[in-house]
């Protein structure tokens, strides 16, 4: 094409309209956004096909759909409740109370997991060797083993090796051990318990303001006061003067030994050690190697810059190491986390009722509604999941470095 | 505390010429990097306020030896004391004798999560157990001595090469060291910053601090080094005053290093 040419000549010059045709075939645009219609139109279609196959498969065999089940009775009991459930109650309420005993396990876990992670990944890098090789022989071990053998492992080689109930190792204060997990005395509320709570806060409330005035001391004066000792004589002496002063505000429903099981009391099931054991245990092997490689990743101009200013190797990791560290640990750690969650959903193998076992199996076998189930039961992993990234994206925004 | 505006330590309780007591003494001092010898029994003594520039080719140990000083590496045989305090493998003796020797590195170090101000405290408030209020203080006079007061609530990223090696010095200077090292300290900056980083310098040579620069800036050495000593192959193989240094060396090896990095 002529340089100077005008707009209307070039509409004028035969075979105009083949060019302007190929100079949109190779519009990167206009390429883009076909591409895009045809992929949309391609998905619409598939599942059109797959709902349309559903709902006459779910009709020829006569089940039911809806979310109508949901409002029925359950009629099956549930060995661990953190909420009131019978089994007279609905399909709902057994659904939140299976939601619920997963949020424990992978609460717990995450938690525990966490601090065992970070224990472990530090003393990768000790310079005592038998502590490195410890460390190295945990995470090796743990990580390069299935998941649910080592929950088979825990439930059935360690904790069903336990007495049966009549021959139970029995405690002080009336617990009792065995097959069927470990039985304390159950706190029951009486008058006064008002009381005993406001002095649980007070005693939360003072270590809060103790932490609060051991950093302005610090900064006031360059000292650090020995606030732990103080802080834990807080925690403990608050509750127990306020259960002498109220009155012995609760009491406690003491286990009874039977011929055949322990009754009474609050028993921590051994599917549900077994679970978060295992769980943490697996989990804190990764969450060890992305500790290592983010402390690792901190440029070792960094532990000298601190060095020669006199720092020690404690003060050093934890003023300039670890904050640096933490901005390359958070983001795989947040995968740790979800991988957590959603293998709690394992405990179908050892009977202990979570989301998965309780909707997901019994529910499912029982409504024969299995696409809502799943659905459902897939909607909350997720939503889990999302809240958790969520959450850790805020922290590690708050994390990342100044750059200009 | 010695008064902060300062920006080196006080030269009134200490003599400035190379008479007094030493400030740095090594003796036969040996290193190896497996079987590479880097240092090969060096002999060396820094008299209090004296400025020692340290040069030669790379490889030849110079950056090794200053990092002995302060036990970033470790010598394996020989004696080096610090303030008449010898250095062994006691970390309580090190990291007091650390407290004392400022170091500053090509690379600058600065701590990239930390706030420039927050840099220069740091090291006040957790070694030294000063309040942040006088740490903050010191700081921000330390801050207008190198010129960039306005960037104290700044992030080292932030900042270019020149401003970022001046805070690094500054942050050196907090710990009111008695002895400064420098590692090749403009190597990593572009031409027009290294000018504003040796003004620093000199200043900082002029109010009697004792020095140890490793660098290739034979101008500064000209101008503010009381001795320059010249390293080859682990080895100390000229040690001289400037003038003699540059106009009348002894040793072919100095003669040789000195037209190449001079004739260009």
């Not at chain 1, 089940?63 to 109508?68: C, E, K, L, T």
């Not at chain 1, 006061?225 to 002496?237: F, Y």
């Amino acid at each position: 094409m002529a340089r100077g040419e005008s707009d209307a000549a070039r509409e004028a010059r035969p075979g105009a309209w083949r060019e302007r045709l190929a100079s949109l075939v190779f519009d990167p645009r206009v390429r883009g956004i076909a591409l895009q219609a045809v992929l949309v139109v391609a998905i619409v279609a598939f599942a059109y096909e797959i709902v349309s196959n559903v709902t006459d498969n779910l009709a020829r065999q006569q089940i039911a759909s809806g979310f109508g089940f949901l409002e029925r009775t359950a009629g099956f009991d549930i060995s661990q409740r953190l909420i009131a459930y019978s089994n007279t109650m609905t399909y709902g309420r057994a659904f939140l109370v299976g939601l619920t005993n997963t949020l424990l396990v992978a609460g717990l876990g995450i938690v525990l997991a966490t601090f065992i992670g970070f224990a472990v990944g530090i003393a990768r890098l000790s310079s005592n060797a038998v502590i490195s090789s410890l460390a190295a022989i945990y995470i090796e071990v743990l990580r390069n083993i299935p998941p649910l053998l080592m929950l088979f492992a825990i439930y059935f080689a360690v904790l069903k090796g336990l007495p049966d109930p009549r021959n139970s190792v029995v405690l002080p204060f009336s617990s009792y051990i065995n097959v069927r997990g470990l039985t304390v005395p159950k706190p029951l509320m009486a008058p006064g318990f008002d009381a005993f709570a406001i002095a649980v806060l007070i005693g939360l409330g003072l270590v809060a303001a103790l932490a609060i005035w051991s950093r302005r001391h610090r900064l006031a004066t360059g000292r650090t006061a020995p606030v732990v000792p103080l802080a834990v004589a807080i925690l403990l002496g608050a509750p127990a003067a306020a259960y002498a002063v109220a009155g012995m505000p609760f009491t406690f429903e003491a286990p009874t030994l039977g011929r055949f099981n322990v009754t009474g009391g609050l028993t921590l099931l051994p599917e549900l050690v077994a679970l978060t054991t295992g769980l943490t245990l697996y989990t804190a092997a990764f969450i060890a190697e992305n500790v290592r490689s983010g402390i690792e990743g901190v440029p070792k101009g960094q532990t000298e810059a601190a060095a020669a200013l006199g720092l020690s190797r404690a003060q050093a990791m934890r003023l300039v190491i670890v904050p640096q560290a933490l901005r390359i640990i958070v983001p795989p750690l947040t995968n740790q986390y979800l991988n957590l969650t959603k293998n709690s959903s394992l405990a179908v193998a050892i009977g202990y009722p979570d989301l998965v076992s309780v909707f997901s199996g019994t529910i499912l076998n029982q409504t024969n509604q299995a696409i809502e189930v799943i659905l459902i039961t897939m909607a909350v992993y997720l939503v889990l999941s999302i809240a958790t990234s969520l959450l850790m994206n805020w922290f590690n925004a708050r994390m990342a470095l100044v750059e200009r | 505390m010695r008064p902060p505006g300062r920006l080196s330590a006080s030269v009134d309780d200490r003599p400035a010429t190379p008479t007094g007591s030493l400030a740095i003494e090594l003796r036969k001092v040996s290193k190896w990097y497996g079987d590479f010898q880097v240092l090969r029994e060096v002999d060396l003594e820094v008299h209090r306020g004296e400025r020692i520039v340290v040069c030669g080719p790379s490889g030849s140990g110079k950056s090794t030896l200053i990092r002995c000083i302060n036990r970033l590496e470790e010598h394996r045989s020989g004696t080096i004391w610090v303030e008449g305090e010898e250095l062994t493998s006691d970390l309580r003796r090190i990291e007091k004798i650390r407290s004392e020797v400022g170091m500053v590195f090509q690379s600058f170090n600065l701590f990239p999560h930390l706030t420039v101000l927050d840099n220069l405290c740091l090291a006040p408030q957790w070694v030294r157990r000063l309040p942040r209020a006088e740490a903050e203080r010191n700081a921000l006079a330390l801050l207008a001595r190198v010129k960039i007061s306005e960037q104290a609530m700044k992030y080292p990223g932030q900042l270019s090469g020149g401003q970022q090696q001046r805070a690094a010095i500054a942050r050196a200077l907090c710990m009111n060291p008695r002895i400064m090292l420098f590692d090749e300290p403009t190597s990593a900056l572009d031409p027009e910053m290294v000018k504003e980083v040796l003004e620093v310098m000199s200043e900082l040579a002029e109010q009697g601090m004792t020095m140890m620069v490793v660098t290739h800036e034979m101008g500064f050495a000209r101008a503010v080094a009381d001795r320059v000593v010249f390293m080859d192959e682990g080895e100390i193989v000229e040690d001289a005053p400037p003038e003699e240094f540059f106009s009348n060396p002894r040793s072919e090896r100095t003669r040789q290093f000195l037209s190449q990095i001079l004739d260009h």
